[in-house]
C-alpha cells in the first residue's frame, strides 16, 4: 500500500552538498539527502491518543545499541530496531489510510515539487554580537576604546513604562549561537534516485553532515513558487 505523497514524512541524513547541471547545462547547487526506507510504528488515534498521527522510524541499528522498551515497540510492528523516529499529525481519522508496518521510499516524492526539510541548525556557543546578528561594531579610528566589537549602549532600550529599567525582551545581545530547529521551507526538488534513495533539493539544508532531518512537502509556498503551481 502506498501512502498518501501529500501528507508524507520521511526521515532522513544529510550527506553533503554538491552540484547538478540541468539540460541547458545551468549549474545548480544542491544538498544530497539519504533517505533509506522507513517504516511506519506507529498509529495515534483519536480513540487511544486524542489526536491522529502517524510515527515513523528509520535508521539501522544494532540491538545491544538500543533499548528493551524501543526493540519491542519497533517490534508490533514487525520492524528490526530503529534508530531514530519522529511524528506527524493528520487530521483526525485520516490514520485509516496507513499501515502498521508500511515501509515508506523516497519513491513518494516523485510528484512533489517543493519540500520542507526540518533539521537542528549547527551549535556555536556562546558568540558576541557581530557573529550572532551582524552588527558592525564599533569605529576602528583613533579615540576609541579596545572594544571594537562591543554592541554599544543599550540603557536606551530600557522599559520605561514607569516600572523599571530592565532591557526589553529580545534585545539582540551576545549569546547562544545556533543548535536551535530550523525549517527550510520551499526547496525545489532537482532529483528522486528511489533505487539509492537520494534526493537532491536545490539548496542548503541546516546541519552538519550525517545529521538527521524531516523532509515533508512543503506546506506553504513562497509567492514566485506558487504563482509557478497555479499556471501550471
Known amino acids: 500500500m502506498t501512502a498518501p505523497s501529500k501528507s508524507a514524512h520521511l526521515l532522513g541524513q544529510k550527506i553533503g552538498m554538491t552540484r547538478v547541471y540541468d539540460d541547458k547545462g545551468i549549474s545548480s547547487p544542491v544538498t544530497v539527502i539519504k533517505i533509506d526506507p522507513n517504516t ?14 502517524v510515527q515513523i522510524g528509520a535508521g539501522d541499528i544494532k540491538a545491544r545499541n538500543s533499548t528493551m522498551p524501543m526493540i519491542g515497540h519497533d517490534a508490533k510492528a514487525g520492524a528490526a530496531p530503529r534508530r531514530k523516529h519522529a511524528e506527524f499529525r493528520l487530521e483526525d481519522g485520516a490514520e485509516s489510510g496507513w499501515e502498521l508496518g508500511q515501509v515508506l521510499t523516497v519513491g513518494v516524492f516523485d510528484d512533489i515539487k517543493y519540500v520542507d526539510v526540518i533539521g537542528t541548525s549547527k551549535g556555536k556557543g556562546f558568540a558576541g554580537g557581530m ?17 571594537h566589537r562591543s554592541p554599544g549602549s543599550i540603557g536606551g532600550h530600557g522599559n520605561n513604562a514607569g516600572k523599571s529599567g530592565r532591557i526589553k525582551k529580545g534585545k539582540k545581545m551576545a549569546g547562544r549561537l545556533g543548535g536551535k530547529q530550523i525549517t527550510a521551507r520551499s526547496l525545489d526538488v532537482i532529483r528522486v534516485d528511489v533505487e539509492n534513495g537520494i534526493l537532491l533539493v536545490k539548496g542548503p539544508v541546516p546541519g552538519h553532515y550525517n545529521a538527521w532531518v524531516e523532509v515533508r512537502p512543503a506546506t506553504r509556498l513562497y509567492r514566485p513558487k506558487a504563482a509557478k503551481v497555479a499556471n501550471g
Open 40 to 53: 511506519v510504528t506507529q498509529l495515534r488515534t483519536m480513540e487511544t491518543d486524542g489526536y491522529s498521527a
Open 131 to 147: 557573529k550572532r546578528w551582524g552588527f558592525k561594531g564599533q569605529l576602528a579610528s583613533h579615540g576609541v576604546e579596545r572594544k
